[in-house]
């Protein structure tokens, strides 16, 4: 607990510092991501597409970061967002290679290098915050949007060579979000689950294998197209879940919204409504 608020003049000392902090921490992610686009560019001749898209990346991920941290009072940065922010600026290299290489033919090993470290670094971020304590919503949500366009990036680069049908593995997260602006009972959290988890962490493998060039066509298309399916199959399962309980959920956010009602004692939750989590603790669709 932050115990040297003395009013609203202790709040600004403290948003002010904040604010500071988290503009070094993303100006030194923006640097990185340049060095590393410089280091392609010398190493296998990045070109202006994939300089510009790169550089694009490395801005839009500066400024919706910064954004981001200045709404949250979270009072440091913390060490799980540095590791995510290494693999952003990774997942940025794959994005200018994967632009490039529709002018040129890409160079498969330093892409392939790129997204295994990018998908390994996965595994590190969260066991970073529990470990740390660190944990907080949006490190989970930075985490989780950084995967998210990783798969998309992959897939426009498997896409090329095996149809635009690979597509569905990157879009189908962003279909999901959009579909919950529409529909907001989309929203709800999801219970722990590792079959989510294991499936979200197959597609980033499979595309890697896939683009690695290691297996040929007919057995990559296989393997893709069972991770699609598997893909569709969590997300299928996630929304019928979140369907059956909407009505719950709904009734629980009215009840929390409407306040306590002391003259009338609580009943029991109706089976299969998830438990009250501290806001961000809900799973979410990557």
Do not use: C
């Not at 898209?53 to 991920?61: D, V």
């Not at 392939?112 to 989970?140: E, F």
């Amino acid at each position: 607990m932050y115990d040297g608020y003395d009013g609203y003049d202790g709040y600004d000392r403290y948003s002010e510092h904040g604010t500071k902090l988290f503009r070094q921490e993303t100006t030194a992610g923006l640097g990185a991501q340049i060095l590393l686009l410089a280091l392609l560019g010398t190493a296998v001749g990045l070109g202006p597409v994939g300089w510009l898209t790169g550089t694009a990346f490395a801005l839009a991920t500066w400024t919706m970061l910064t954004l981001a941290l200045r709404r949250s009072w979270t009072r440091s940065f913390g060490p799980a967002n540095g590791v995510t922010l290494a693999r952003a600026t990774l997942v940025g290299g794959v994005t200018a290679l994967v632009a490039d290489s529709f002018g040129s033919r890409p160079p498969v090993a330093v892409l392939v290098m790129l997204a295994t470290v990018a998908l390994i670094l996965d595994a590190v971020d969260g066991q970073v915050a529990r470990r740390t304590g660190t944990a907080s919503p949006l490190g989970a949500r930075f985490d989780m949007e950084v995967d998210a366009f990783l798969i998309l990036v992959l897939s426009v680069h498997i896409a090329r060579s095996l149809g635009a049908w690979v597509l569905l593995i990157g879009a189908m997260r962003y279909a999901f979000v959009a579909a919950a602006r529409v529909l907001p009972w989309l929203r709800g959290p999801l219970p722990p689950s590792t079959a989510r988890k294991a499936v979200a962490a197959l597609q980033g493998i499979v595309l890697v294998v896939a683009g690695a060039g290691v297996l040929s066509r007919l057995p990559a298309g296989a393997a893709v197209l069972l991770a699609l399916a598997l893909l569709v199959w969590s997300f299928g399962r996630d929304i019928a879940w979140l369907w059956r309980v909407r009505d719950r959920l709904t009734d629980r956010r009215l009840r929390v919204a409407s306040g306590p009602e002391p003259t009338v004692a609580p009943g029991p939750e109706p089976a299969g409504t998830p438990a009250p989590e501290p806001a961000g603790a809900g799973a979410q669709r990557w």
